[in-house]
């Protein structure tokens, strides 16, 4: 049974940071794409970065990028998403995924869902 288990979220001031743990099992986490989503209140779930299965490829949605890192550790199973200079209108909560294609960013590529992190960044 594969499980995906986000945790580290929180709340958090403006311009504060915080980093995201995504934990897997169940699968064979060094041959997935992973990847981080967020749901803001009122709003559809949106992409915010992928890294591929060795980490040697990462993409970031506009909104996070030059803000987010998005980084894995293989031996850990673990994916993880530094989150620097938050905003307000980063408030959402936020999903890691898994993908079995090469490198993927809609959420239909990915197969495998956590139940989500709740991130608050307060003005």
């Known amino acids: 049974q594969v499980q995906l288990v986000e945790s580290g979220g929180g709340l958090v001031q403006s311009g504060g940071s915080l980093r995201l743990s995504c934990a897997a099992s169940g699968l064979a986490f060094s041959t997935y794409t992973m990847g981080w989503f967020r749901r803001a209140p009122g709003k559809e779930r949106e992409f915010g970065a992928v890294?591929?299965?060795?980490?040697?490829?990462?993409y970031y949605a506009d909104s996070v990028k030059g803000r987010f890192i998005i980084s894995r550790d293989n031996a850990k199973n673990t994916v993880y998403l530094q989150m620097n200079s938050l905003k307000p209108e980063d408030t959402a909560v936020y999903y890691c995924?898994?993908?079995?294609?090469?490198?993927?960013?809609?959420?239909?590529?990915?197969?495998?869902w956590g139940q989500g992190t709740q991130v608050t960044v307060s003005s």
């Open positions: 890294i591929s299965w060795r980490g040697l490829t990462t």
């Open positions: 995924a898994a993908a079995s294609s090469a490198i993927a960013r809609t959420q239909a590529e990915f197969r495998y």
